[in-house]
């Protein structure tokens, strides 16, 4: 049974960090593609970041480059999010997604989904 697990969100001030993690269990890690996406009430889910298998290549959504940092630690089976400079307007559920031949920024292309963590930043 793959599980995608999600945990570091919580309450931030504007200006904060969080580092989101995502353990992964059920596949084999390593021949993975990840990624971040967030969606807010009302709004769809929007991609924030991906990484390839080995994490030689990464790929961020505009809004967060030089804010958000994704990494993985294959040995951990786990991928991570790093969030600096947070924002209210990044206030949303993160969730990570997992597939064994894409890491971009299609939602509907990723396999295995989290249930996701909340993150909110206050003002």
């Known amino acids: 049974q793959v599980q995608l697990v999600e945990s570091g969100g919580g309450l931030v001030q504007a200006g904060g960090s969080l580092r989101l993690s995502c353990a992964v269990s059920?596949?084999?890690?390593?021949?993975?593609?990840m990624a971040w996406f967030r969606q807010s009430p009302g709004k769809e889910r929007e991609f924030m970041a991906s990484i390839s298998w080995s994490g030689g290549s990464r790929y961020y959504v505009d809004s967060v480059k030089g804010r958000f940092t994704i990494s993985r630690d294959n040995a951990k089976n786990t991928v991570y999010l790093q969030m600096n400079s947070l924002k209210p307007e990044d206030t949303a559920v993160y969730s990570c997604a997992a597939d064994s031949d894409y890491y971009g920024p299609t939602s509907s292309s990723y396999d295995y989904w989290g249930q996701g963590t909340q993150v909110t930043v206050s003002s």
């Open positions: 059920g596949l084999t890690f390593r021949n993975y593609g």
